[in-house]
């Protein structure tokens, strides 16, 4: 099962990008990466997921180098809504399809 | 509304009586998991279940018991609950195979004194 490296907090203020960077480099051939975020109290939620390369949505971009040995989760124009807990993930899509790891995440800040 | 429920929100008990916290979700999904959630550890998976009498252990299983006898339902069980056991509990559901996002339950607070 493939574990993940996060900064443990950052720091913006509103109206910038914000980039996290997460490392996975045991990373599986079949393993999919994807980002959550969750608000104090509140369950995670499903953010953007990737393979390859960059992914876009209307709430993110996810950029994958190459090797897959990391990916960087772009936030465009940060408001202070967007202060949060962010969890990368990546998926094992082997035999324990269920097993999932979040581990402690990276608490963004937004100041006004 | 396709959803994942939790009973109780908020609970506070007795060291060593027994509880359940029921997690039901509406979307026919394969895949459901219960995660505990502490100050500075992040979400640690306790148990994971991949369809009806499938389950299997996850982090943090350690006096936690699960049973999936219903596609819908997931209920954690604490046979005696120890106060390292207070803690905030979710509850996920997700389709299957296919890795999709996870969609989280509203979460249980847990208090064991």
């Known amino acids: 099962l493939a574990k993940t490296t996060q900064p443990i907090s950052m720091d913006s203020y509103e109206g910038q990008e914000v980039n996290i960077t997460c490392s996975h480099n045991?990373?599986?051939?079949?393993?999919?990466i994807t980002w959550y975020q969750q608000f104090p109290s509140q369950g995670p939620r499903f953010i953007i997921q990737g393979y390859k390369t960059k992914v876009t949505n209307e709430v993110a971009s996810l950029f994958i180098p190459a090797d897959r040995k990391s990916s960087t989760l772009s936030l465009p124009r940060v408001s202070l809504s967007d202060t949060a807990v962010y969890y990368c993930?990546?998926?094992?899509?082997?035999?324990?399809?269920?097993?999932?790891?979040f581990g402690r995440g990276t608490q963004l800040t937004v100041w006004p | 509304e396709a959803q994942v429920t939790q009973n109780p929100r908020y609970l506070i008990t007795v060291t060593g009586k027994k509880l359940t916290v029921t997690c039901s979700q509406n979307m026919n999904h394969e895949y459901m998991s219960w995660y505990r959630q502490d100050p500075g550890l992040g979400l640690r998976q306790i148990y994971y279940s991949m369809n009806v009498e499938v389950t299997d252990k996850g982090d943090v299983p350690e006096g936690y018991k699960v049973s999936r006898k219903e596609k819908r339902n997931f209920p954690l069980i604490l046979e005696s609950p120890s106060p390292n056991q207070t803690s905030l509990y979710f509850c996920?559901?997700?389709?299957?195979?296919?890795?999709?996002?996870?969609?989280f339950g509203p979460g249980t607070r847990l208090t064991v004194t």
């Open positions: 996920a559901s997700n389709p299957g195979p296919s890795r999709s996002e996870q969609y």
């Open positions: 993930l990546v998926g094992d899509r082997g035999s324990t399809l269920g097993r999932l790891y």
């Open positions: 045991n990373i599986a051939t079949n393993d999919y």
